[in-house]
């Protein structure tokens, strides 16, 4: 099967870690030897690639192709209206994803399916490409995209008009399976297939080795994700006024971080709370084996792969109990729920981890179940049903339609 990768959230060469989660799927994807993929991974146009202009002026700094993984990616540009961006982003983005797509074809490979990711404004983009190029498509729907989006009147309306015209439809979690129901789209059409994890990458190392090198010497909890507020490392760090035995290491970069250090010192715990910034998976992993929990007291989630990858090499979790997270933390061996979303509850749940802390080597093989390959086949029969019956982009829920899982 040939085909196209559709999408804004994937790695680069000025931002690697970006969208790594749909890059990683795509890998495991074609490592089935059934598959070929180009990727159309279109980002803003910025006229500057001056360093004062901060993090437009690395967008600016993003190739036009480049090759990862032995797979091609397209990097085509695309403009943004600032306070009309959210209404009218769909339409800039296939128009600036057109060119490289047509060029695409004309090169010779003529794809026979779109696979997009994220519903909005991604997926309704690609629905308008398929309409133009005749070709089926297949969105996966990945968190903020269908669990905060469709609050707004336009975006909804425009979700749901992709949905009617997707050849298939992907959620990474059952509750955001639920979340498109929510929204007039048929339960039926939708298939769930999670996240993995990559259980060669993340894996246990020498604990205490690393222990060492990262210098720590009391019980160490990790917070990883943007510092941005809907990941809430504030509630981790206000948390610890209430577990003075332990410290935390929060592991990402973002717009938050001088607030989040002021708040440290504030808080009088400056001197447990260490920012290491944004790592390498590589580095992520040692972090994660050195650990003795992992902490994730985001807001919203769809399906947190950190939390996988945490598990994968060992060490339990401390979650809220959102979106995705409670299909991921089901059984006591992979850590423990929030009750509630506030510094209390927080320190209340890492107490009740420490006082039942689970076997690490039950705790990877509890993640052991989230391979790539159930995820994988998942991908492979419903991409096959779509091509076997010849379908392009569909024209709404009143034509006969194609049962999903």
């Not at 961006?85 to 074809?105: D, E, H, Q, R």
């Not at 992992?294 to 979106?323: D, F, H, K």
């Not at 009740?352 to 689970?358: A, G, I, Q, S, T």
């Given at each position: 099967?040939?085909?196209?990768?559709?999408?804004?959230?994937?790695?680069?060469?000025?931002?690697?870690?970006?969208?790594?989660?749909?890059?990683?799927?795509?890998?495991?994807?074609?490592?089935?030897?059934?598959?070929?993929?180009?990727?159309?991974?279109?980002?803003?146009?910025?006229?500057?690639?001056?360093?004062?202009?901060?993090k437009?002026?690395?967008?600016?700094?993003?190739?036009?192709?480049?090759?990862?993984?032995?797979?091609?990616?397209?990097?085509?540009?695309?403009?943004?209206?600032?306070?009309?961006?959210?209404?009218?982003?769909?339409?800039?983005?296939?128009?600036?994803?057109?060119?490289?797509?047509?060029?695409?074809?004309?090169?010779?490979y003529?794809?026979?399916?779109?696979?997009?990711?994220?519903?909005?404004?991604?997926?309704?983009?690609?629905?308008?490409?398929?309409?133009?190029f005749?070709?089926?498509?297949?969105?996966t729907?990945?968190?903020?995209d269908?669990?905060?989006?469709?609050?707004?009147?336009?975006?909804r309306?425009?979700?749901?008009?992709?949905?009617?015209?997707?050849?298939?439809?992907?959620?990474?979690?059952?509750?955001?399976?639920d979340?498109?129901?929510?929204?007039?789209?048929?339960?039926?059409?939708?298939?769930?297939?999670?996240?993995?994890?990559?259980?060669?990458?993340?894996?246990?190392?020498?604990?205490?080795?690393?222990?060492?090198?990262?210098?720590?010497?009391?019980?160490?909890?990790?917070?990883?994700?943007?510092?941005?507020?809907?990941?809430?490392?504030?509630?981790?760090?206000?948390?610890?006024?209430?577990l003075?035995?332990m410290?935390?290491?929060?592991?990402g970069?973002?717009?938050?971080?001088?607030?989040?250090?002021?708040?440290?010192?504030?808080?009088?715990?400056?001197?447990?709370v260490?920012?290491?910034?944004?790592?390498?998976?590589?580095?992520?992993?040692?972090?994660y084996?050195?650990?003795?929990a992992?902490?994730?007291?985001?807001?919203?989630?769809?399906?947190?792969?950190?939390?996988?990858?945490?598990?994968?090499?060992?060490?339990?979790?401390?979650?809220?109990?959102?979106?995705?997270?409670?299909?991921?933390?089901?059984?006591?061996?992979?850590?423990?729920?929030?009750a509630a979303?506030?510094?209390?509850?927080?320190?209340?749940?890492?107490?009740?981890?420490?006082?039942?802390?689970?076997?690490?080597?039950?705790?990877?093989?509890?993640?052991?179940?989230?391979?790539?390959?159930?995820?994988?086949?998942?991908?492979?029969?419903?991409f096959?049903r779509?091509?076997?019956t010849?379908?392009?982009?569909?024209?709404?829920?009143?034509q006969?339609q194609?049962?999903?899982?």
């Open positions: 099967m040939k085909i196209l990768t559709f999408t804004t959230l994937y790695p680069h060469a000025a931002r690697p870690g970006h969208g790594i989660f749909v890059e990683t799927r795509l890998r495991n994807l074609l490592a089935s030897g059934q598959v070929e993929s180009k990727v159309v991974a279109p980002v803003p146009w910025f006229p500057s690639s001056n360093p004062r202009f901060g437009y002026a690395v967008l600016a700094g993003v190739p036009q192709e480049e090759r990862r993984f032995g797979i091609d990616v397209m990097h085509p540009r695309y403009v943004t209206v600032p306070k009309l961006g959210m209404s009218i982003a769909p339409f800039l983005l296939a128009a600036g994803a057109y060119s490289t797509v047509n060029s695409i074809i004309r090169r010779g003529d794809f026979e399916l779109i696979d997009a990711h994220y519903f909005y404004p991604d997926g309704v983009a690609a629905i308008l490409l398929g309409r133009h005749g070709k089926p498509v297949v969105i729907a990945r968190g903020t269908v669990n905060l989006i469709p609050r707004y009147r336009l975006p309306a425009m979700i749901r008009w992709a949905a009617g015209r997707a050849a298939g439809m992907i959620t990474v979690a059952r509750a955001l399976k979340d498109l129901v929510s929204v007039g789209i048929p339960a039926e059409r939708i298939d769930v297939l999670r996240n993995g994890v990559d259980l060669q990458l993340f894996r246990p190392i020498d604990r205490e080795a690393e222990r060492r090198k990262l210098g720590l010497t009391r019980t160490t909890l990790l917070s990883v994700g943007h510092l941005v507020p809907r990941k809430a490392h504030d509630l981790v760090i206000q948390a610890l006024r209430r003075p035995d410290d935390v290491i929060i592991i970069e973002g717009p938050e971080r001088a607030a989040l250090g002021a708040l440290a010192q504030g808080s009088g715990v400056g001197d447990r260490r920012f290491a910034g944004a790592l390498a998976q590589q580095e992520l992993r040692n972090y084996g050195a650990a003795d992992l902490v994730l007291a985001s807001s919203r989630e769809g399906w947190a792969n950190v939390l996988l990858e945490s598990m994968a090499c060992g060490t339990p979790v401390v979650a809220s109990s959102i979106g995705g997270t409670p299909e991921v933390v089901a059984a006591p061996e992979a850590g423990v729920l929030m979303r506030t510094p209390e509850a927080l320190a209340d749940a890492v107490r009740r981890l420490f006082e039942h802390y689970p076997d690490r080597g039950a705790t990877r093989r509890y993640a052991e179940q989230f391979s790539w390959d159930a995820t994988t086949a998942g991908q492979l029969e419903l096959g779509i091509l076997s010849g379908a392009t982009v569909r024209h709404g829920y009143d006969t194609t049962r999903h899982r």
